[in-house]
């Protein structure tokens, strides 16, 4: 059974930083291409970071670009997300999921969420 | 950056309607769009990617359509289970950006 689990969320303070992780499991993890997606309260789905397979395409949102950087260990069948430069607008649950063939992402982890305040 | 965006933002529909979302690409990403339900509490979950292709284990009253810049989702009998938030994503550009969403609500 396919499973992504992150952890590492908490509460944080403006300029604060934090290290998301997520374990996968179930499949074949060098194999696949990640996300991390993030959604603040109440709001919609915001695209953040996308890693290749193995990690030689690395791209981000521009509202992140420059604080957060992704990347994973195949070995260890995890990813990261290192949080800089925390913001009160970057509160939100951060979820990392798992990049289809195409592009889509068919698995998703339960999300963990990231509160910034002082 | 890849603009979506998703009409209505709300929709009210009953047990059994067709209901159909759009989604309007600010410009053209040929089929590289997938389609979310996310309820609340949950993580999204894929339905629809390639416009048109059905995810595995999704039911087919679940079909997708378009290319281009203009996509629908639409749900052929809405069922109890089908009332939650849908998402459309491209995923043409590498900033893959979703639309704002689109509630399903009971009537």
């Known amino acids: 059974e396919v499973q992504l689990v992150e952890s590492g969320g908490g509460l944080v303070q403006p300029g604060g930083s934090l290290r998301l992780s997520c374990a996968a499991s179930g499949f074949s993890f060098s194999n696949y291409h990640m996300n991390w997606v993030r959604q603040a309260p109440g709001k919609g789905l915001e695209w953040i970071s996308y890693i290749g397979s193995v990690s030689s395409t690395i791209y981000y949102a521009d509202s992140v670009k420059g604080r957060f950087t992704i990347s994973r260990d195949n070995a260890r069948d995890s990813l990261y997300l290192q949080l800089n430069s925390l913001r009160a607008e970057d509160t939100a649950v951060y979820y990392c999921?798992?990049?289809?063939?195409?592009?889509?992402?068919?698995?998703w982890g339960q999300g963990t969420l990231v509160t910034v305040s002082s | 950056d890849i603009q979506m965006t998703q009409s209505p933002s709300t929709l009210s529909a009953s047990v059994g309607d067709r209901v159909t979302i759009t989604c309007r690409a600010s410009q053209s990403i040929s089929t590289w769009l997938a389609w979310y339900q996310q309820k609340p509490g949950e993580a999204p979950k894929l339905l629809i990617y390639?416009?048109?292709s059905l995810e595995s284990g999704v039911p087919s009253r679940f079909s997708g359509s378009g290319s281009g810049t203009e996509f629908t989702l639409t749900i052929r009998s809405l069922q109890p289970d089908d009332f939650a938030t849908y998402y459309c994503?491209?995923?043409?550009?590498?900033?893959?950006?979703f639309g704002q969403g689109t509630k399903v609500e009971i009537k």
């Open positions: 999921a798992r990049a289809t063939w195409d592009g889509a992402s068919d698995f």
């Open positions: 390639k416009a048109s």
């Open positions: 994503q491209q995923y043409h550009s590498y900033i893959r950006t």
